[in-house]
T-cell receptor, first 119, second 109 residues
């Protein structure tokens, strides 16, 4: 009963390097999300995927790309890392959102986070 | 700008006391959710209140929602050391949740 699994948990990059954060969920959820968390800023949405085959920008998409590989997996790629991308990244998933639907479909299940440092 | 702002940013109380955190938002919502985050961990969903509900209970948690004031509060009664964490409200609009900055709650023994 893994829930949402993110890899890696920790990563140190040099400016300009690229990397991909992987996320997989085993709850048959339709929607998946990538957030970043910085001190004093709360969580900010980077990208989300409402359903397999679709992706949309969130609040802070610049410098990132995403791929919804299949229903289970949603990856986040940094093509050319910058120190401003030093953060903790969280992947989350949820059932399809429909107003008034049973409570369980409207809440997010989060992964444990990936701490990224860009030097 | 952030939607769903929490107040206070930090709260420190004695074990056994009640803790109240407030959340304000700017636009209409379908529901409002509260999450807890223990240090170094991911967020965990606590409770959801729909826009047509005014109050909801779950164990020692009580959430209220005032849509006319665009505000919500989370009350934790009889606090315990294990309640030490950050608490976030999140507004559910269309396809996604938008989180506030959180309240950092410390329960002192």
């Amino acid at each position: 009963n893994a829930g949402v699994t993110q890899t890696p948990k920790f990563q140190v990059l040099k400016t300009g390097q690229s990397m991909t954060l992987q996320c997989a969920q085993d709850m048959n959820h339709n929607s998946m999300y990538w957030y970043r968390q910085d001190p004093g800023m709360g969580l900010r949405l980077i990208y989300y995927s409402a359903s397999e085959g679709t992706t949309d920008k969130g609040e802070v998409p610049n410098g990132y790309n995403v791929s919804r590989l299949n229903k289970r997996e949603f990856s986040l790629r940094l093509e050319s890392a910058a120190p401003s991308q030093t953060s903790v990244y969280f992947c989350a998933s949820s059932g399809a959102f429909r107003p008034g639907l049973a409570t369980g479909a409207n809440v997010l299940t989060f992964g444990a986070g990936s701490r990224l440092t860009v030097l | 700008s952030q939607q769903g702002e929490e107040d206070p940013q930090a709260l420190s109380i004695q074990e056994g006391e009640n803790a109240t955190m407030n959340c304000s938002y700017k636009t209409s919502i379908n529901n409002l959710q509260w999450y807890r985050q223990n240090s170094g961990r991911g967020l965990v969903h606590l409770i959801l209140i729909r826009s047509n509900e005014r109050e909801k209970h779950s164990g020692r948690l009580r959430v209220t929602l005032d849509t006319s004031k665009k505000s919500s509060s989370l009350l934790i009664t009889a606090s315990r050391a294990a309640d030490t964490a950050s608490y976030f409200c999140a507004r559910r609009g269309a396809q996604k949740l938008v989180f506030g900055q959180g309240t950092r709650l410390t329960i002192n023994p």
